[in-house]
Antibody
Framework: QVQLQESGPGLVKPSQTLSLTCTVS??????????WSWIRQHPGKGLEWIGY???????YYNPSLKSRVTISVDTSKNQFSLKLSSVTAADTAVYYC????????????WGQGTLVTVSS | QSVLTQPPSVSAAPGQKVTISCSGS????????VSWYQQLPGTAPKLLIY???KRPSGIPDRFSGSKSGTSATLGITGLQTGDEADYYC??????????FGTGTKVTVL
């Protein structure tokens, strides 16, 4: 059973870069069977998809965040990462990593989520 | 940022049925599969329905999904206290982005 676990700082200062890592266990990112996504949820609000990466390194980002987002993958560590630059208080949210099977259109694996607060 | 519209809340007594609507457009629901997610308090979303009406292994048949045109519906029958949660619909849009609904809180009276 695939499991995902987010990690990273819970507090980021305004204008700095938010950095999170998702560690995948129970399966290999290199197997190529999944797209790996980041999704966030503002406090008390709905879900917002940030973008995804494939094991090859190909990415696709939400157009509304594209200018500030970088998602990368480290197959040797079975991890993928999110960087969101120039953060403001509006980026305060619970960040989830999630997996979507190749050829499918739903997220069947989710991490537990990690709260990132942007504050000075 | 949610482009899919859901009612903020629905409620019913234990054992009763509730339905949750998800309204979109031809650029999202109208041309893509819909999935539904259950988010229990303080936890991550969990896949409940995929490809409009299919249930993953382990999801009871009390949960059902349907889609018609640019809208989708989640049904929950035999409502239980453990069903109290937020429910989100999801799909993809013409910009190849995943989009989600505004979310619906289910309350068991």
């Amino acid at each position: 059973q695939v499991q995902l676990q987010e990690s990273g700082p819970g507090l980021v200062k305004p204008s700095q870069t938010l950095s999170l890592t998702c560690t995948v266990s129970g399966g290999s990112i290199s197997s190529g069977g999944y797209y790996w996504s980041w999704i966030r949820q503002h406090p008390g609000k709905g879900l917002e998809w940030i973008g995804y990466i494939y094991y090859s390194g190909s990415t696709y980002y939400n157009p509304s965040l594209k200018s500030r987002v970088t998602i990368s993958v480290d197959t040797s560590k079975n991890q993928f990462s999110l960087k969101l630059s120039s953060v403001t208080a509006a980026d305060t949210a619970v960040y989830y990593c999630a997996g979507r099977m190749l050829g499918e259109y739903y997220f069947d694996y989710w991490g537990q989520g990690t709260l990132v607060t942007v504050s000075s | 940022q949610s482009v899919l519209t859901q009612p903020p809340s629905v409620s019913a007594a234990p054992g009763q049925k509730v339905t949750i609507s998800c309204s979109g457009s031809s650029s999202n629901i109208g041309n893509n599969y819909v999935s539904w997610y259950q988010q229990l308090p303080g936890t991550a979303p969990k896949l409940l329905i995929y490809d409009n009406n299919k249930r993953p292994s382990g999801i009871p048949d009390r949960f059902s999904g349907s889609k018609s045109g640019t809208s989708a519906t989640l049904g929950i029958t035999g409502l239980q206290t453990g069903d109290e949660a937020d429910y989100y619909c999801g799909t993809w849009d013409s910009s190849l982005s995943a989009v989600f609904g505004t979310g619906t809180k289910v309350t068991v009276l």
